[in-house]
């Protein structure tokens, strides 16, 4: 009977989360990121990473070609806004204005926030909200998915991404809440945190930081930079008002130490167990020799790995739900039996929305100040991404994409140089409802179905999915190496190679989705 009671009271908190916005008491619950130096990675990628973890942006992608324009062609700007029409929860997209188009254009991978373009150029996101009062959402043109959309139409490298930025919403102004992008060249990964201007005015605030080519950073929805050595060009850029702003408003005194740009712009984010915790998790997963402790307030900014990173080793840790430690929810929701023993609940699984777990009073429960693991049953696409400075671009540059919840999906090759991708993938089924035509809501299922008992169905659903996996991250060498013979004689036919195994690769993902979702749903039907 309690078990009972604990199941309908999941089900009506699921019920009452999914309709909110994804922005919980102001901020948001989302995205995680991770970065990989070039001497930090097992085979010399630079490397950053993304989950979207948002239920209304769109979960489809698709490829988009460069492109040569006219003098005086623009570039028109839009703003996000939530859209409750469809059958999901969605955004449209809203014209604001425009402004100036360079003569050319790179193509670039289109996701929900573009991740890559043909020049190895990648990015990664994760929002930290920052101060209200620097937010000026009216005044501005760009908002954080522009902005990175213009970065990979125009740059080559991260340093140049990040002074174009600087130069358009200094002009243009930026009208959206604290961002957190990570960017990656063929050399090297910046983490930039970018903010609104204040009230009125029109322009930006931002501080941007190296990673040191042998170490590793994360960020997830918290300002992680600290103090910003402006002599230091090498490792650090800014936006001029840095220091200005937190004086004017009197975020920062001078009198009383040095300045830290998180505690001046973002002092709320690091309160915040869903941020912490994470910070805590990603790096203790990469270096477990330093032996962090998962209650401090801040971590190192960045930390070398005790061992170089791989693909695998990216796989498992955007999969984790702290498994093994003391903040897994499926050892936490138990239940004591007539005899005084405690018995795991057959329906805890670490998914749960933000209700049940103020229920069972989690740290607070998983809003802003509460828990929350690395993978999430609201991620729309993780993205992981690979540049090569030892690979021609149209073979070095490749994104890693796995669709819905990290932990029960597949990543599939997406080089950055590939005319399309599978059908499945850039069927934008979401918005409009349940489809067998969309790999989102294939993925999507096979998760909903693990979530009823986890416990029981994870360890045989994660058993095919790593299979999955392995094989296809055993084949990249092999098709690279044969990308490469017919490179030497025709990029075009090595980017046509490649394409044809992106979309075969695609469709064969799709397809067995499907046919896992089908199986579990058969074996497990009658004990749900």
């Known amino acids: ?48 990473s993304h989950t979207c973890d948002s239920h209304r942006t769109r979960a489809w ?26 059958a999901m929860p969605t955004y449209k997209y809203t014209e604001v204005g425009k402004i100036p188009q360079v003569k050319e254009t790179y193509g670039y991978i289109n996701t929900a926030y573009p991740c890559m373009n043909e020049k190895q150029l990648a990015i990664g996101e994760s929002t930290f909200g920052g101060r209200e009062s620097l937010r000026e959402p009216d005044k501005g043109l760009i908002d954080c998915q522009q902005l990175v ?35 990656a060249d063929k050399k090297e990964v910046w983490f930039l945190e970018i903010l609104g201007p204040g009230k009125g005015q029109i322009g930006a605030l931002w501080a941007a930081r190296r990673i040191p080519d042998d170490h590793v950073s994360v960020t997830a929805n918290g300002s992680r930079l600290r103090m910003i050595d402006l002599q230091d060009t090498v490792n650090f850029m800014a936006s001029d008002n840095l220091h200005q702003v937190a004086l004017d408003s009197g975020w920062w005194d001078p009198s009383q130490g040095e300045f830290e740009f998180c505690y001046a712009y973002s002092p709320e984010s690091r309160t915040s167990f869903a941020t912490r915790r994470r910070e805590w998790r990603v790096l203790s997963l990469l270096a477990p020799s330093l032996n962090l402790n998962p209650e401090s307030e801040n971590y190192p900014f960045s ?64 809003g802003w100040r509460g828990e929350r693991q690395i993978a999430r049953w609201y991620t729309m696409y993780a993205t992981i991404t690979q540049s090569r400075d030892f690979l ?66 994870y360890p045989e659903v994660l058993a095919e999915l790593d299979s999955l996996q392995m094989k296809i991250y055993g084949e990249q060498k092999s098709i690279e190496d044969e990308a490469l013979s017919f490179f030497a ?39 749900f």
């Open 1 to 48: 009977m309690k078990f009972l009671k604990t199941f309908l009271l999941i089900l009506l908190s699921t019920y009452c989360f999914a309709e909110k916005d994804d922005w919980v008491g102001g901020y948001p619950d989302g995205c995680t990121s991770i970065m990989v130096g070039q001497k930090a990675s097992a085979d010399g990628s630079v490397m950053t």
């Open 149 to 183: 959309r213009l970065m990979l139409e125009r740059c080559a490298t991260a340093r140049e991404a990040i002074k174009m930025a600087d130069d358009l919403t200094q002009k243009y102004g930026y009208n959206d809440y604290g961002e957190t992008l990570t960017i």
């Open 61 to 86: 992608f698709d490829m988009i070609a460069a492109r040569k324009y006219k003098p005086g062609a623009e570039s028109t700007m839009y703003k996000r806004e939530n859209d409750d029409s469809h």
């Open 489 to 527: 004689k025709s990029p075009k036919k090595a980017r046509n190679f490649l394409t044809d195994y992106t979309v075969q690769q695609g469709n064969f993902i799709h397809e067995k989705v499907w046919k896992m979702g089908d199986r579990i749903w058969t074996r497990w039907d009658e004990k």
């Open 392 to 457: 021609p671009d149209e073979i070095g540059g490749i994104t890693w994409i796995a669709l819905d919840n990290v932990a029960t999906s597949v990543y599939v090759p997406v080089w950055c140089s590939v005319l399309d991708v599978a059908k499945p993938y850039k069927t934008p089924g979401r918005r409009n409802g349940f489809t067998r035509e969309s790999a989102w809501w294939g993925f999507n299922r096979l998760s909903t179905l693990t979530a009823q008992r986890f416990r029981d169905i």
């Open 303 to 366: 930390v070398k790995p005790d061992s170089l990173v791989n693909l695998a080793m990216m796989t498992e840790i955007f999969r984790d739900y702290y498994q093994e430690t003391p903040y897994d929810l499926t050892a936490m929701l138990t239940q004591v039996d007539e005899k005084g023993e405690t018995i795991i609940s057959p329906f805890a699984n670490p998914f749960m929305p933000y209700d049940m777990n103020k229920l069972f009073r989690i740290n607070g429960g998983w």
